[in-house]
Each structure stands twice: as structure tokens, then as C-alpha cells.
């Protein structure tokens, strides 16, 4: 096997660390099954026919993989929710509704590494007994599902799919399905309503936990795209080794998506808690632009609380109590929590001192209100409201009481909705009020305080007298 | 908790402890104890998305202690401590779980309330003094408990179609709507007739009825009773009569034999609506809109206002005093034999035990009701359009009613019968007579709401009253006694039925000391073995089960098979 060497200009960064990233970019490299299998492609699928399905459940608990999607949740943990003695079909599903602004990892695979993916879901549903699976893919990328169909269909000529594979005895079909252009889809049971041809209107949970009510309401089990190409290479090197990856309880490598104010935007897969903001934005990203300051990093996706770039995170407890400037920060899952926002996506979204804080909170604002589903009461009203409030914001036509409202109404929606989208929605508004509440109050005017804008309104007050 | 009961789960209420079954949704529990939780999207009889959020409450569960720490100690009734979680739970979809805290009262489900209030109010039209729900509508409720009394809402409202005809019967107005999806859910899980569905995102949704469809099943009226505000409303009744101004009267519906529950809604002895009430062993909380609109002709010019008695070919005017006396007349000097009565199975109990004194007293040779049949549909309508034909078997004591009938018209074409009277019923219309038929007949009486061919025959026309203007019992197909209720007076002169037939007794030499329809009901209890020992109080607005015939109301049936599922509460 000879050196890999990546295209000019996207080489890796050295403090990059390339397991599901490898090929990505890579001279040479295409989404042929040929060249996959001339590098070792399809053998841990074979490898996993050799093993017991709760063995590879058991490895991948012991990798610690948490789930790159958005939640963080272990992905060995998620496949033990099944239901013991099981009668009905088991379903798995991998969520390439890739939809949070500023996440494009997902893409990549898709795009440049399809059969990692297909090994890596393969093995899965081995592990998990699914027979049948789906990768729901967002109709953004119709060349990304053009690309998948193609290598299922090459995996189904070399037996890798379909029946019997390899003489296992194991039948795996897998479909790919695209969506229709909604934000909601990526929330796995809104994704499941979604593939049932429903409106993609997230369940209540209880009692439609996936794991036990899924799709067509048997188990399922739903999975991100980096998480489930993750799968393979636990199988290759085990998952106490892959483990020694990363840092404890955030093992592995994931890739960080950096877009915003900085040199060199783009995807960097890095050790878990091995790199920091500060590395990740100076080192990796060549630093901020010419001339400009740090003022803020929303580290995991839109939704992800923002972190201010002078504040002082006191994390951990007892002997391990420490403080960290925004630079500080190891870019894993625990860390972030503690510092108030989240890892979420890796969506890394860096916003320097040339940014109208409340152009940036309208432009997430918009995001929100546009991608609502519109099921449940606080975050349908809420998301337009907030929206609206901060447009008005942008344009001057706010008063400084505005905030306040601005602020009660993220809170009337956050902890209340049926899906996380509620989080997803308020807490951008929760931390910029916090964060930022001088700045957005200076765009306000205190002499619009009396003006009412909406015609009920002003009717209302007359009424008053 | 205590092992004596295992079916039973101790659950914390505002600080009470009470026992409920296992797999009681929260909402009900609160319910059970008095505990009012508001809601909009959740409905017994239909699955719950939870999606309104207006029955979030601060919920908790026993402390779960850290590998190490000891377990919590259970006080002198066994139950644990409650460790309150942070996050607000929705009461309507959850069930409860073995020491379970719900409190309805804290601050932080207040919050919750309010703060869903003001969300649904924010692009809500607030048109109350123009909306027909006003005075019965949930948003209207919850806001006086649970409102802000100010807006912060400072925006332009989302504007959304309105006045929109999304079936013959129904209208909608998207302003007002607040995506409860209660029509949707009862229109694809009830009157498996899924026309409805939201499009469009965010606040921006619409409630829509698909392309091509319109919402027209016959079933469609009952998604504007469930509508918790004012966004579906009845071609019939929008913009008739405020809701506050009506009398109520629970009554039962006479279109068929399932006597679905209703209740009649009048003002000043004009029936405005009509709406079913929920009964679970009848019509759970649902009827069908071609029973429900079928009151109109309550009202009609045709109807009967005062007797008449033929004077040559011509009818005219008179008073129940002559009406009655002329009927004497014309039957002294006939045999029973002679004499045919032919009542009806839209008769009350009441009514028919009354008729079979005079059928008695007049020792008539030949007694029968017309029967009334069409297609079962199904859901709630029996295929026998009668509501008391059990009743006629029972109390008149036909075996098989309508079964004389053929023999009557060729008894009075041989001359065999020279009377008729007809008890509420139309011959010619509904029982297939001749006009020829009944012109050989010496005498024909007619008792009946509207003018009709047979009236127009007959030599004394009584006007009876219609099926809201009385009183009385009725045996429904599957055997079960229920209760009609007078909801209006009738127009004029008019009689109840079981009065007319009392002074035709009185009339032809008779007597009764019979004064009230209770007093019929007394009687019935008497004599009636099926009916020993009743009470009209004991029968209450639910009726009770009085006889076993083995007939099931489909829509029922189904009803029970998704709550063994667990998908409504029922």
C-alpha cells in the first residue's frame, strides 16, 4: 500500500487525525467499489459474519462511540434499547438528513466515501438483526444520493447486499430515500413519520421511543452517517483500541465543520478532546481574518448555545475544577456541556467583530421560523415570533422591552415541545439575550416603546384609553 | 407501594395520594380526583399527538440513588419521596407509573399555561364578538384561567385563508384554527374518510381539505363539536344564535333505532342545533349529520296547529273538544271488529301503553305500527329507522310489527273495516296505502305533526306533537332504556301523543286517571314485567340496560377495540 496523498490544497492539517475522513480528498481516490475493495473494503463486513451479533454490540459499547449527529448519545447504548425476544422486523435507518447550518460533514462521506458508509451500516444491521434499511438523505444533495444508489447497487453485484451475503446466511437490502426539503426530517422520529410518507411531524416520546416503536412501529434504530461509518473501524481495531482514540467518554475521532470568520474554513477530523478551540481556529484555520477579533464561536451547529470570546468557563469538579478562556476549550462533548453550549453537530460557526450580533441571531432566527414544522403550539408561534421581533431589530424598529420579550419568548418554548427542536430554536435566542444583551439593546430605539404594529394591537390600546 | 393491589398505582396529586388502575393516562387521573387539566388537542375518543402542550405539569418519580447511596426510605404508607423533574410532562399522553407526583397548581405548570396561552393568542384573530364558538370556545376558557390580560405580541398577525368551504355542511377559518388536528384525527380514525390535513410549515400552517375532496361524509358535522375553537363551523347554525342564549335539553335522537344521545338546543321553543351527548353504551360522542340537521321541518308551514274535522270535502277548524266528540260519534255504533288502530314505533313507551288501553277499551280487532327500514351504515345507523320498535314489541306486544298491515288494507277493501285510526303515522306515505283504499272506510282518524296525503283524508285530524315537543321512554336496538326529553312546546293547539289518545279514551267512555306522562311511566312499571320496579329517575340521562337482544352498534365495537389497544382512552 503505498503513501496516501491528498489533492493540492486539501491536504489534512497535521493536527488532523483521518479514520473515517482518510479518503477524503485523497489522489486517486474514487466512489468505485474497486477501488474500496483494493484497500481493504468490505472485510470487516465479512470479518463481522464471523462474530456474534452482541459481540460487535459489545465492541462498539466499548468504544464509547458517541453518536455524531447532534445528541452525543452512545450509539452501543442506542442498539441495546431493542427490545429482548423481538417478533417483529428490526429496522435501521442512517440519518444523512444532514440539516444543522454550519454542519457539511456528512456530505463528504457521501460524496467521496459511499461503501465506507454501506460497510459500515452493513455490520450494523448484522449487529442489530435489521434486514432492512434506509439512508434518508436530504434532497439538498441529489448528487450524494445519486452516488449511493450507485455503490448499492455495486455492493448488491459483489454479494455484499442482498441475500445470502457472503454465504452468511444474512439477507440486508438497503434503499435510499430522499427527502423533501425540510429541516424537521433530521429528527429521527419526524424522519421516521417522513419515510412513512407522512408529514414529518416528530412523535411524542413516550411512548414512541424508536428502539421499541419505530418505523411502521417496529424497533428501529436510527443512526447518523459519521457515527455508523465509525462501526467498521471499531470492527477493524476493536473498540477498546479504537477507544485509546480521543480522550475518555469522548473516544474516537469526529469531524469538526469550521465556517465563518476565519483564514481557511473547512473540515478537520481531529482526536476527540485532543484539539482545542484555540488550535482548531489559529492552527487549523490559519486565524481569524486580517485585522479582526474574536467575538463569539457557536461551537456546535446553529442551535448550540454561543459562547462568548471573553468569557471564563469555570468546568469540572473537586480537584479537577478549572477555568478556560474560549481558547482553551477541548472540543469534546463534555467540556462544551460544561461550558454551558454543546458539541452537537461539529458545526463550528466562529463570528468576529465585523458581525451585527443581531443580524447574525435574525439570521438563525430565520432558519427556525422557516423550519418549524408546526406541530406543537410553542415552538410553531414562538420560532415566527422571535423572528420577527429580531427582524425588526435588524431593521431599528425595536424598542429595548423587545429583548425582554425576545427572551420570554425563547423560555415559553424551550423544555416545552414535543422534539428537540424547541432547544434547537430558543437557545440561540436564550444565549445571545444573555451573552449579548447590551449589544442588541443598542440597536434598539427606547422611543418606538409605545408603538404597537399589528392592527388588533392598536385597536386594543385605543380601547384602553 | 402497597402489594394487596396490584392493579392499582398510588400516584401523588397536588400533594394527595390516590390509587388509580395501572395504564390511567395522567389527565384522567387528575380528572378522577377533580382535577381540572386544560387541553385543547386531547379527545378520549382519539389518539393523542400531545401537540397543543396546554396539559403540561411538573411531574416526578421516586429519586433513583447513585450506585452507593442508600435508598430512599418509603414514609409510614410505603410511598417514596418525589424527586420533581425539571422538565414539564404532557398529562394527556402519559401514563401514570407507581409513585408518581403530578402537580396542576405549581408555579411551573402555571408557566407553562401561560405561556402556551399567550403563544395560541399571539396569531390568533381574537374576532370573539363575531365568532359563532364564542361562549363555548377552550381558548376563551383557558384565557380567563390562564391568559396573560395583556398581549406583548406586537407584530402582524399571520394572515390565512378564511371562509373556506371545505364541505357542504362546514366552513373553516384558518386564522382561528390552532392545529389541534382533533377534525383531522377523527375524520381518518372515526369516519375512516381521511379528506382533511395541514399544509404548509411552521405558523404558517393550514388546515386544508385535499385537493379534488371535500369534507362531506356524513359523519363530517361532529369535527365542528370537537373543534375547541371557532375555526369549523355549521353551514346551519353559523350566525344564528348566540350560544349563550339557548336552553339546553338532553334528549335522545328518534332518526333510528340506536337512539344516539343529544342534546337540543332552543330559544323561545325554536330549536337551533342540535348536537350529539356522549354516551359510550349508545353513540359514544359522535351522530350522524343527516339525523342531526333532520329538525327543520319542526318548524315547517305544514305543520298542524289545531284539529280539523271534515265538514263535506272540506277540512275546517275546530276545537279538541268537537274533534273528540265527532270521533265518538263515528265509533259507537261500530264493532271492534271493525276497528282498526295503527300506531307507531316512533311512540314513546309511554305512548304505546296508552294505545293498548284504547286498543282495549275499543276492543279493536286489529292493531299494528309501520315499519321503517334502510341500510345500516355501519357507524352509528341502524338499519331499522325506528327509535322504538323494541318498545312496540314490548309494551304493545306485536311479535312482528307491520305484519297486519296487508291484512288491514284488504279488511277494509272487503269492507271488513269501516274505521281507522292512525296514531302518528302517514299510510299512504310510509305504510303503502291506497288514497282508494282508505276513501271506502266510514271513519279515518289521523294524528300527526304535518299535513300529509293521509290527513288530507281523513274525517278528524289531531295535531301531535313532533319528537322534541314530548316526553317519554324508548328501547333502543340493543335494548337499552333511555330517556326523551321535551325541548320545546309544539306550535298551537298541539297534543303530545300519549295525551291525545288519554282524551280519545275519555272521549269514546273510558276512564284513566292519568294526569302526567310520569304517571304512564308509573303504570308502565306496574304492569310491564320488563320494567318492574323503575323509576324515571333511576333511568338518568344515560338510559339504563333493560333488555337483552344481543345487537351491537358497530362504531362502538371499534371504539372498544382501539382502547384494549391502548390508542384512546374511550
Same mark, same amino acid.
Given at each position: 500500500?503505498?503513501?496516501?496523498?491528498?489533492?493540492?490544497?486539501?491536504?489534512?492539517?497535521?493536527?488532523?487525525?483521518?479514520?473515517?475522513?482518510?479518503?477524503?480528498?485523497?489522489?486517486?481516490?474514487?466512489?468505485?467499489?474497486?477501488?474500496?475493495?483494493?484497500?481493504?473494503?468490505?472485510?470487516?463486513?465479512?470479518?463481522?459474519?464471523?462474530?456474534?451479533?452482541?459481540?460487535?454490540?459489545?465492541?462498539?459499547?466499548?468504544?464509547?462511540?458517541?453518536?455524531?449527529?447532534?445528541?452525543?448519545?452512545?450509539?452501543?447504548?442506542?442498539?441495546?434499547?431493542?427490545?429482548?425476544?423481538?417478533?417483529?422486523?428490526?429496522?435501521?435507518?442512517?440519518?444523512?438528513?444532514?440539516?444543522?447550518?454550519?454542519?457539511?460533514?456528512?456530505?463528504?462521506?457521501?460524496?467521496?466515501?459511499?461503501?465506507?458508509?454501506?460497510?459500515?451500516?452493513?455490520?450494523?444491521?448484522?449487529?442489530?438483526?435489521?434486514?432492512?434499511?434506509?439512508?434518508?438523505?436530504?434532497?439538498?444533495?441529489?448528487?450524494?444520493?445519486?452516488?449511493?444508489?450507485?455503490?448499492?447497487?455495486?455492493?448488491?453485484?459483489?454479494?455484499?447486499?442482498?441475500?445470502?451475503?457472503?454465504?452468511?446466511?444474512?439477507?440486508?437490502? &438497503?434503499?435510499?430515500?430522499?427527502?423533501?426539503?425540510?429541516?424537521?426530517?433530521?429528527?429521527?422520529?419526524?424522519?421516521?413519520?417522513?419515510?412513512?410518507?407522512?408529514?414529518?411531524?416528530?412523535?411524542?416520546?413516550?411512548?414512541?421511543?424508536?428502539?421499541?416503536?419505530?418505523?411502521?412501529?417496529?424497533?428501529?434504530?436510527?443512526?447518523?452517517?459519521?457515527?455508523?461509518?465509525?462501526?467498521?473501524?471499531?470492527?477493524?481495531?476493536?473498540?477498546?483500541?479504537?477507544?485509546?482514540?480521543?480522550?475518555?467518554?469522548?473516544?474516537?475521532?469526529?469531524?469538526?465543520?469550521?465556517?465563518?470568520?476565519?483564514?481557511?474554513?473547512?473540515?478537520?477530523?481531529?482526536?476527540?478532546?485532543?484539539?482545542?478551540?484555540?488550535?482548531?481556529? *489559529?492552527?487549523?484555520?490559519?486565524?481569524?481574518?486580517?485585522?479582526?477579533?474574536?467575538?463569539?464561536?457557536?461551537?456546535?451547529?446553529?442551535?448550540?448555545?454561543?459562547?462568548?470570546?471573553?468569557?471564563?468557563?469555570?468546568?469540572?469538579?473537586?480537584?479537577?475544577?478549572?477555568?478556560?478562556?474560549?481558547?482553551?476549550?477541548?472540543?469534546?462533548?463534555?467540556?462544551?456541556?460544561?461550558?454551558?453550549?454543546?458539541?452537537?453537530?461539529?458545526?463550528?460557526?466562529?463570528?468576529?467583530?465585523?458581525?451585527?450580533?443581531?443580524?447574525?441571531?435574525?439570521?438563525?432566527?430565520?432558519?427556525?421560523?422557516?423550519?418549524?414544522?408546526?406541530?406543537?403550539?410553542?415552538?410553531?408561534?414562538?420560532?415566527?415570533?422571535?423572528?420577527?421581533?429580531?427582524?425588526?431589530?435588524?431593521?431599528?424598529?425595536?424598542?429595548?422591552?423587545?429583548?425582554?420579550?425576545?427572551?420570554?419568548?425563547?423560555?415559553?418554548?424551550?423544555?416545552?415541545?414535543?422534539?428537540?427542536?424547541?432547544?434547537?430554536?430558543?437557545?440561540?435566542?436564550?444565549?445571545?439575550?444573555?451573552?449579548?444583551?447590551?449589544?442588541?439593546?443598542?440597536?434598539?430605539?427606547?422611543?418606538?416603546?409605545?408603538?404597537?404594529?399589528?392592527?388588533?394591537?392598536?385597536?386594543?390600546?385605543?380601547?384602553?384609553? | 407501594?402497597?402489594?394487596?393491589?396490584?392493579?392499582?398505582?398510588?400516584?401523588?396529586?397536588?400533594?394527595?395520594?390516590?390509587?388509580?388502575?395501572?395504564?390511567?393516562?395522567?389527565?384522567?387521573?387528575?380528572?378522577?380526583?377533580?382535577?381540572?387539566?386544560?387541553?385543547?388537542?386531547?379527545?378520549?375518543?382519539?389518539?393523542?399527538?400531545?401537540?397543543?402542550?396546554?396539559?403540561?405539569?411538573?411531574?416526578?418519580?421516586?429519586?433513583?440513588?447513585?450506585?452507593?447511596?442508600?435508598?430512599?426510605?418509603?414514609?409510614?404508607?410505603?410511598?417514596?419521596?418525589?424527586?420533581?423533574?425539571?422538565?414539564?410532562?404532557?398529562?394527556?399522553?402519559?401514563?401514570?407509573?407507581?409513585?408518581?407526583?403530578?402537580?396542576?397548581?405549581?408555579?411551573?405548570?402555571?408557566?407553562?399555561?401561560?405561556?402556551?396561552?399567550?403563544?395560541?393568542?399571539?396569531?390568533?384573530?381574537?374576532?370573539?364578538?363575531?365568532?359563532?364558538?364564542?361562549?363555548?370556545?377552550?381558548?376563551?376558557?383557558?384565557?380567563?384561567?390562564?391568559?396573560?390580560?395583556?398581549?406583548?405580541?406586537?407584530?402582524?398577525?399571520?394572515?390565512?385563508?378564511?371562509?373556506?368551504?371545505?364541505?357542504?355542511?362546514?366552513?373553516?377559518?384558518?386564522?382561528?384554527?390552532?392545529?389541534?388536528?382533533?377534525?383531522?384525527?377523527?375524520?381518518?380514525?372515526?369516519?375512516?374518510?381521511?379528506?382533511?390535513?395541514?399544509?404548509?410549515?411552521?405558523?404558517?400552517?393550514?388546515?386544508?381539505?385535499?385537493?379534488?375532496?371535500?369534507?362531506?361524509?356524513?359523519?363530517?358535522?361532529?369535527?365542528?363539536?370537537?373543534?375547541?375553537?371557532?375555526?369549523?363551523?355549521?353551514?346551519?347554525?353559523?350566525?344564528?344564535?348566540?350560544?349563550?342564549?339557548?336552553?339546553?335539553?338532553?334528549?335522545?335522537?328518534?332518526?333510528?333505532?340506536?337512539?344516539?344521545?343529544?342534546?337540543?338546543?332552543?330559544?323561545?321553543?325554536?330549536?337551533?342545533?342540535?348536537?350529539?351527548?356522549?354516551?359510550?353504551?349508545?353513540?359514544?360522542?359522535?351522530?350522524?349529520?343527516?339525523?342531526?340537521?333532520?329538525?327543520?321541518?319542526?318548524?315547517?308551514?305544514?305543520?298542524?296547529?289545531?284539529?280539523?274535522?271534515?265538514?263535506?270535502?272540506?277540512?275546517?277548524?275546530?276545537?279538541?273538544?268537537?274533534?273528540?266528540?265527532?270521533?265518538?260519534?263515528?265509533?259507537?255504533?261500530?264493532?271492534?271488529?271493525?276497528?282498526?288502530?295503527?300506531?307507531?314505533?316512533?311512540?314513546?313507551?309511554?305512548?304505546?301503553?296508552?294505545?293498548?288501553?284504547?286498543?282495549?277499551?275499543?276492543?279493536?280487532?286489529?292493531?299494528?305500527?309501520?315499519?321503517?327500514?334502510?341500510?345500516?351504515?355501519?357507524?352509528?345507523?341502524?338499519?331499522?329507522? *325506528?327509535?322504538?320498535?323494541?318498545?312496540?314489541?314490548?309494551?304493545?306486544?306485536?311479535?312482528?310489527?307491520?305484519?297486519?298491515?296487508?291484512?288491514?288494507?284488504?279488511?277494509?277493501?272487503?269492507?271488513?273495516?269501516?274505521?281507522?285510526?292512525?296514531?302518528?303515522?302517514?299510510?299512504?306515505?310510509?305504510?303503502?296505502?291506497?288514497?282508494?283504499?282508505?276513501?271506502?272506510?266510514?271513519?279515518?282518524?289521523?294524528?300527526?305533526?304535518?299535513?300529509?296525503?293521509?290527513?288530507?283524508?281523513?274525517?278528524?285530524?289531531?295535531?301531535?306533537?313532533?319528537?322534541?315537543?314530548?316526553?317519554?321512554?324508548?328501547?333502543?336496538?340493543?335494548?337499552?332504556?333511555?330517556?326523551?326529553?321535551?325541548?320545546?312546546?309544539?306550535?298551537?293547539?298541539?297534543?303530545?301523543?300519549?295525551?291525545?289518545?288519554?282524551?280519545?279514551?275519555?272521549?269514546?267512555?273510558?276512564?284513566?286517571? &292519568?294526569?302526567?306522562?310520569?304517571?304512564?311511566?308509573?303504570?308502565?312499571?306496574?304492569?310491564?314485567?320488563?320494567?318492574?320496579?323503575?323509576?324515571?329517575?333511576?333511568?338518568?340521562?344515560?338510559?339504563?340496560?333493560?333488555?337483552?337482544?344481543?345487537?351491537?352498534?358497530?362504531?362502538?365495537?371499534?371504539?372498544?377495540?382501539?382502547?384494549?389497544?391502548?390508542?384512546?382512552?374511550?
Amino acid at each position: 500500500m503505498s503513501a496516501i496523498s491528498y489533492r493540492s490544497g486539501k491536504e489534512p492539517h497535521p493536527k488532523e487525525h483521518r479514520v473515517v475522513f482518510k479518503n477524503v480528498d485523497r489522489e486517486g481516490w474514487d466512489t468505485s467499489i474497486a477501488t474500496y475493495e483494493s484497500e481493504g473494503g468490505y472485510e470487516q463486513l465479512k470479518k463481522a459474519f464471523g462474530m456474534e451479533p452482541s459481540a460487535i454490540t459489545d465492541e462498539v459499547k466499548k468504544a464509547g462511540l458517541r453518536g455524531r449527529g447532534g445528541a452525543g448519545f452512545p450509539a452501543g447504548v442506542k442498539w441495546g434499547f431493542l427490545p429482548p425476544n423481538n417478533e417483529k422486523p428490526v429496522y435501521l435507518i442512517c440519518n444523512a438528513d444532514e440539516s444543522e447550518p454550519g454542519t457539511f460533514k456528512d456530505r463528504y462521506i457521501i460524496h467521496q466515501d459511499p461503501h465506507q458508509l454501506i460497510e459500515g451500516m452493513a455490520i450494523s444491521c448484522f449487529a442489530t438483526g435489521a434486514h432492512l434499511a434506509y439512508i434518508y438523505i436530504r434532497e439538498e444533495f441529489p448528487e450524494g444520493a445519486e452516488i449511493l444508489e450507485k455503490a448499492i447497487a455495486e455492493a448488491h453485484e459483489k454479494g455484499y447486499l442482498g441475500k445470502d451475503i457472503q454465504g452468511s446466511g444474512f439477507d440486508l437490502e &438497503i434503499y435510499v430515500h430522499r427527502g423533501a426539503g425540510a429541516y424537521i426530517c433530521g429528527e429521527e422520529t419526524g424522519l421516521i413519520e417522513s419515510l412513512e410518507g407522512k408529514r414529518p411531524y416528530p412523535r411524542i416520546k413516550p411512548p414512541y421511543f424508536p428502539a421499541a416503536m419505530g418505523l411502521y412501529l417496529c424497533p428501529t434504530i436510527v443512526n447518523n452517517v459519521e457515527t455508523l461509518c465509525h462501526v467498521k473501524h471499531i470492527l477493524e481495531v476493536g473498540g477498546e483500541k479504537w477507544s485509546e482514540t480521543g480522550t475518555p467518554n469522548n473516544t474516537g475521532t469526529r469531524i469538526l465543520c469550521v465556517s465563518g470568520d476565519v483564514q481557511k474554513p473547512g473540515y478537520f477530523e481531529v482526536e476527540v478532546g485532543k484539539v482545542t478551540m484555540g488550535e482548531l481556529i *489559529n492552527d487549523m484555520c490559519g486565524g481569524l481574518k486580517e485585522g479582526r477579533e474574536l467575538k463569539a464561536v457557536i461551537p456546535g451547529g446553529s442551535s448550540a448555545k454561543v459562547l462568548r470570546a471573553d468569557e471564563v468557563f469555570s468546568v469540572g469538579k473537586g480537584d479537577d475544577a478549572r477555568e478556560l478562556t474560549i481558547w482553551d476549550i477541548p472540543m469534546d462533548f463534555d467540556t462544551l456541556a460544561a461550558c454551558g453550549s454543546m458539541a452537537g453537530s461539529g458545526g463550528v460557526i466562529v463570528i468576529d467583530d465585523s458581525r451585527s450580533i443581531s443580524w447574525v441571531l435574525n439570521n438563525i432566527n430565520n432558519f427556525y421560523a422557516h423550519e418549524s414544522c408546526g406541530q406543537c403550539t410553542p415552538c410553531r408561534e414562538g420560532s415566527l415570533w422571535m423572528k420577527k421581533i429580531t427582524d425588526r431589530v435588524v431593521a431599528g424598529k425595536a424598542s429595548p422591552s423587545d429583548i425582554d420579550t425576545l427572551d420570554g419568548v425563547a423560555r415559553n418554548i424551550d423544555g416545552r415541545t414535543i422534539c428537540a427542536f424547541g432547544e434547537a430554536a430558543s437557545w440561540p435566542t436564550e444565549s445571545f439575550v444573555e451573552k449579548f444583551r447590551d449589544e442588541l439593546v443598542a440597536d434598539t430605539d427606547p422611543e418606538l416603546e409605545d408603538d404597537f404594529l399589528n392592527a388588533e394591537a392598536i385597536t386594543a390600546a385605543a380601547n384602553l384609553g | 407501594m402497597s402489594e394487596e393491589k396490584p392493579d392499582l398505582i398510588d400516584v401523588q396529586i397536588n400533594g394527595e395520594w390516590h390509587s388509580f388502575p395501572k395504564g390511567t393516562r395522567m389527565i384522567e387521573a387528575c380528572r378522577q380526583v377533580g382535577v381540572e387539566v386544560p387541553h385543547y388537542c386531547y379527545h378520549p375518543k382519539l389518539t393523542s399527538p400531545g401537540n397543543c402542550r396546554m396539559c403540561l405539569v411538573e411531574m416526578g418519580m421516586p429519586p433513583r440513588p447513585r450506585p452507593g447511596d442508600d435508598p430512599p426510605e418509603p414514609d409510614e404508607d410505603g410511598h417514596l419521596p418525589i424527586s420533581w423533574i425539571p422538565r414539564p410532562a404532557i398529562a394527556c399522553a402519559n401514563t401514570i407509573a407507581p409513585n408518581m407526583g403530578i402537580r396542576t397548581e405549581s408555579e411551573m405548570t402555571e408557566e407553562c399555561r401561560k405561556g402556551v396561552m399567550e403563544l395560541l393568542l399571539a396569531n390568533h384573530p381574537l374576532d370573539c364578538p363575531i365568532c359563532d364558538q364564542a361562549g363555548e370556545c377552550s381558548l376563551q376558557e383557558f384565557s380567563v384561567e390562564h391568559g396573560n390580560g395583556e398581549s406583548r405580541f406586537r407584530e402582524q398577525k399571520v394572515k390565512k385563508p378564511k371562509n373556506v368551504d371545505v364541505g357542504p355542511r362546514i366552513r373553516l377559518d384558518d386564522e382561528r384554527c390552532i392545529m389541534c388536528s382533533r377534525c383531522i384525527r377523527f375524520t381518518d380514525e372515526i369516519a375512516d374518510d381521511p379528506v382533511l390535513g395541514f399544509t404548509d410549515r411552521g405558523s404558517h400552517t393550514v388546515l386544508t381539505v385535499y385537493p379534488g375532496k371535500e369534507l362531506a361524509n356524513n359523519y363530517s358535522l361532529n369535527t365542528v363539536d370537537i373543534c375547541p375553537v371557532g375555526a369549523l363551523t355549521s353551514n346551519d347554525f353559523r350566525f344564528q344564535m348566540r350560544v349563550w342564549f339557548m336552553k339546553e335539553v338532553k334528549t335522545i335522537d328518534t332518526n333510528c333505532a340506536t337512539g344516539a344521545n343529544i342534546t337540543v338546543y332552543s330559544r323561545e321553543d325554536k330549536i337551533y342545533r342540535i348536537t350529539p351527548r356522549q354516551n359510550n353504551d349508545v353513540n359514544s360522542d359522535w351522530m350522524p349529520d343527516s339525523h342531526r340537521l333532520n329538525f327543520h321541518w319542526i318548524e315547517s308551514e305544514a305543520r298542524l296547529t289545531e284539529p280539523l274535522v271534515k265538514d263535506g270535502d272540506q277540512h275546517r277548524s275546530a276545537s279538541w273538544q268537537e274533534a273528540l266528540a265527532t270521533t265518538a260519534d263515528k265509533l259507537a255504533g261500530l264493532e271492534g271488529s271493525e276497528i282498526a288502530v295503527i300506531a307507531s314505533a316512533r311512540m314513546t313507551n309511554e305512548e304505546l301503553l296508552i294505545t293498548n288501553r284504547f286498543v282495549k277499551h275499543l276492543e279493536a280487532g286489529h292493531v299494528d305500527t309501520v315499519p321503517r327500514t334502510g341500510e345500516a351504515d355501519g357507524y352509528l345507523i341502524s338499519a331499522d329507522r *325506528n327509535p322504538n320498535t323494541l318498545g312496540v314489541k314490548t309494551v304493545l306486544g306485536l311479535d312482528d310489527p307491520g305484519s297486519q298491515l296487508s291484512a288491514i288494507q284488504e279488511g277494509i277493501e272487503q269492507g271488513r273495516i269501516k274505521a281507522v285510526i292512525s296514531l302518528q303515522e302517514n299510510l299512504i306515505e310510509d305504510a303503502g296505502f291506497s288514497a282508494d283504499t282508505l276513501k271506502k272506510l266510514d271513519f279515518l282518524l289521523v294524528s300527526y305533526p304535518l299535513a300529509n296525503p293521509t290527513a288530507d283524508l281523513a274525517d278528524v285530524v289531531l295535531p301531535g306533537a313532533a319528537w322534541a315537543e314530548k316526553s317519554g321512554t324508548m328501547l333502543n336496538i340493543t335494548g337499552r332504556l333511555q330517556r326523551l326529553n321535551k325541548a320545546v312546546d309544539g306550535p298551537g293547539l298541539t297534543l303530545e301523543p300519549w295525551e291525545i289518545v288519554r282524551d280519545l279514551i275519555q272521549a269514546t267512555g273510558g276512564g284513566n286517571g &292519568i294526569y302526567s306522562v310520569n304517571d304512564l311511566f308509573q303504570q308502565l312499571a306496574a304492569e310491564v314485567s320488563e320494567f318492574e320496579g323503575l323509576t324515571w329517575g333511576r333511568i338518568g340521562d344515560l338510559g339504563i340496560p333493560l333488555i337483552e337482544t344481543g345487537e351491537t352498534i358497530p362504531l362502538l365495537e371499534r371504539e372498544k377495540e382501539r382502547i384494549a389497544k391502548g390508542l384512546i382512552v374511550g
